[in-house]
């Protein structure tokens, strides 16, 4: 398996202000993490595809200008929400997936957005 | 793109029971299935997971199904106990591609003591 640390849990910031989540792989190298929303009671909607060393391959509909992936290292991704709004008020969650299989999805713990 | 449907949204049983949830899938090139499970404000966890060369997998009260045929795939849950209570959600993926899963909308299972 592996071991997805994502910080904050939850982080509470007005509107208009920017907030950075870290997605890391503990256990082993990822060159790739996937970024999701999960507004409640509903599904996770994959977000964007965040490539080490290389630009994130966004979904569509998604603003890549509002919504800032680095993936600097290959045990760090970070998703930056700049500019936020209360309709940003969300549950983020990252992924990876591990070589060679490339199958299970492991999860981070999650971050809980609120945008007052 | 991929479309997931999942069906029923919400599942109450009584302990003991057994409980199913069914998903269908649009893509014929997915192959990888898996199902998560996840509690009230917590990651999701794979649970079971199929891959198109098979037609049932089973662990212990768990089983999957899948008709690749009619594309769809079926979460199979016996003796259901409280402690299974939870929002369970099945994708479907190209293996070469997991991370860039489809999810259904999920279903919220409750088990009644």
């Known amino acids: 398996g592996a071991v997805v640390s994502q910080h904050p849990s939850w982080v509470i910031c007005k509107s208009g202000t920017s907030v950075k989540i870290e997605c890391r792989s503990l256990?082993?190298?990822?060159?790739?993490m996937f970024w999701y929303r999960q507004f409640p009671k509903q599904s996770l909607m994959l977000m964007a595809t965040s490539n080490e060393g290389s630009k994130a391959t966004y979904e569509q509909g998604v603003e890549k200008d509002k919504f800032l992936i680095n993936h600097a290292s290959l045990t760090l991704s970070t998703l930056t929400v700049t500019s936020a709004h209360p309709e940003d008020s969300s549950f983020y969650i990252c992924?990876?997936?591990?070589?060679?299989?490339?199958?299970?999805?492991?999860f981070g713990q999650g971050t809980r957005l609120t945008v007052v | 793109g991929e479309n997931v449907e999942q069906h029923p949204s919400t599942l109450s049983v009584q302990e003991g029971d057994s409980a199913v949830i069914k998903c269908t899938y649009s893509d014929s090139a997915s192959n990888y299935f898996p199902w998560y499970k996840q509690e009230l404000g917590k990651r999701p966890q794979l649970i079971i997971d199929?891959?198109?060369?098979?037609g049932e997998k089973k662990d212990q009260r768990i089983a999957v199904t899948l008709n690749k045929t009619a594309k769809h795939f079926s979460l199979h849950i016996t003796e259901t106990q409280p402690e299974d209570s939870a929002v369970y959600f099945c994708a479907a993926s190209f293996n070469t591609n997991a991370g860039k899963s489809t999810f259904g909308d999920g279903t919220t299972l409750t088990v009644k003591p």
């Open positions: 199929i891959r198109s060369n098979v």
């Open positions: 256990d082993f190298q990822a060159t790739t």
């Open positions: 992924s990876v997936i591990v070589p060679p299989g490339n199958t299970e999805a492991f």
